[in-house]
DNA sequence: TCCATACCTCGACATACGTCTAGCTAATGG
DNA sequence: CCATTAGCTAGACGTATGTCGAGGTATGGA
């Protein structure tokens, strides 16, 4: 990675052609990448799978943190990783955060990427 | 990554629930993360459109080079980790080695994250 | 007001990773 | 047999990343 990857804006919705559908342009190819990214690591698809579990009213970063045996602040990295590529949705409420999976876009991701899709 | 991730063998293909369908154990989330690491880099997901545009036939490493404007050493790198994640075919051929995408690998995988699956 | 709680931010550390050059192996063609 | 071509491997380089401890900020309750 000596080019280093810019830092774009992902909470929009990700769209664009699949990856099967045609070579994929710079940009596209970038978009995907970094979503991808955000996703790929054990812990954030562990934490995607307790966010999800826990419906849309979501779950805080102390019991995810608990949960996954991590500190608060490592938790919350991941959770700012997850939420900057736009895959979870975050609420506050008083002193607590909740955050819920943003499924609609987790299904954009999975549907420029699905071999199947046309 | 303090804890370095293990190696394990990815190149069978990925078995394992859901990931909106509960939570996943350790192994899995590890196995779905390395990957998604994989295909997590903007220059193998052009990599894996060219390849799935190439057909079931498959594309040279050199080609590849060519589009891409990097190196063969680079290309045979990038190569290497899909291969290794399970994500493409390689048949050797002569002197030439060709690269085709495993659609049922990489569809298992979109499957696992597809949020609407169960 | 004062303390506890939930969360975030910052800095540091070790490790992983993308890229290149150089050099190797193996197949092809004269 | 030699030259060329395709591909891989090894090592080096700079950058990115996951984790933590420490400390800050805001909310809520006694």
Chains 1, 2 share one sequence.
């Not at 812990?43 to 579990?53: H, Q, Y």
């Not at 700012?80 to 607590?96: E, I, K, N």
Request: with cysteine.
């Amino acid at each position: 990675m000596p080019k280093s990857l810019p830092t774009i804006e992902l909470s929009g919705a990700l769209c664009c052609p699949p990856v099967a559908a045609g070579v994929v342009s710079d940009d596209d190819a970038l978009e995907v990448a970094l979503r991808l990214k955000a996703l790929a690591d054990p812990v954030r698809i562990k934490l995607l799978s307790l966010v999800l579990a826990a419906g849309p009213q979501g779950t805080r970063n102390i019991d995810l943190a608990r949960e996954l045996q991590l500190t608060d602040a490592t938790v919350s990295h991941h959770l700012g990783q997850l939420s900057r590529a736009g895959l979870l949705l975050a609420t506050r409420q008083g002193a607590s955060t909740f955050y819920a999976a943003d499924r609609l876009a987790l299904g954009a991701l999975v549907t420029v990427l699905d071999p199947n899709c046309c």
